[in-house]
């Protein structure tokens, strides 16, 4: 089966203007979650999405946003950019279902902010 | 809330040594503890997993960690050290909230491994 994939690697975006992440989950994964990596803070959950739902979040405020799609890929989305949204955002999948089975992650999009 | 904390953000061992990881958690419930590695530029990739199956786990790459409910913890071992292995490792608790998937992720240690 072929991996998680994000797209794109690498982005170099402006303060204030948005972004948008895309996740394709592995095949048959129905879950999905996002988080943020960063050298201070270190690894963040931003939420998880299942069957279309957000089933989870974390304490990011409102400017993180996220959806998915009948397909069960995701994106994700950061409007009015700050300096500090720098980081490597990384997406999880997994079955979903019954007892928390792991969760793959793709390589991560790596956002920097200027 | 259950949380997960690992000791020595920087581990240095030569090459053919022991390595040894340390990750404690704290979890009030029976916890769904993981070990990641992230080598340079690469996300997350899963070395194992304890699920309350068996205590001792074993791993890829000849890893394997012990969960000891006693101590509270779910060290990460290998008996001996290759320079391939040099990468910064997290230990991560499975948050269950509302029945879904939310790892919380200790601060990571780097492991150094010289000749």
């Known amino acids: 089966k072929a991996g998680v994939t994000q797209t794109p690697r690498y982005l170099i975006k402006t303060r204030g203007q948005q972004v948008t992440l895309s996740c394709s989950p592995i095949?048959?994964?129905?879950?999905v979650s996002w988080y943020q990596q960063t050298p201070g803070q270190g690894l963040q959950f931003l939420f998880e999405y299942f069957s279309e739902t957000q089933r989870n979040k974390g304490n990011f405020p409102g400017r993180f946003s996220g959806r998915q799609f009948s397909n069960s890929r995701s994106e994700m989305n950061v409007s009015t950019l700050e300096l500090g949204d720098s980081a490597l955002y990384l997406c999880?999948?997994?079955?979903?279902?019954?007892?928390?089975?792991?969760?793959?992650f793709g390589p991560g999009t790596r956002l920097t902010v200027t | 809330a259950q949380s997960v904390t690992q000791l020595g953000s920087h581990v240095s061992v030569s090459e053919g040594a022991l390595v040894l990881l340390r990750c404690n958690y704290s979890?009030?419930?029976?916890?769904?503890l993981f070990w990641y590695v992230q080598y340079p530029n690469q996300g997350l990739q899963l070395l194992l997993k304890?699920?309350?199956?068996?205590?001792l786990v074993k791993g890829i790459n000849g890893f394997e960690a012990e969960f000891k409910k006693s101590e509270t913890s779910f060290h990460l071992t290998k008996p001996s050290a290759h320079m391939s292995d040099a990468a910064e490792y997290f230990c991560a608790v499975n948050s269950l909230t509302g029945g879904g998937n939310k790892l919380t992720f200790g601060t990571g240690t780097q492991l150094k491994v010289e000749l």
């Open positions: 999880a999948s997994s079955p979903g279902t019954g007892r928390p089975y792991e969760q793959y």
């Open positions: 979890s009030s419930v029976p916890p769904y």
């Open positions: 304890y699920t309350s199956a068996a205590t």
């Open positions: 095949s048959g994964h129905r879950s």
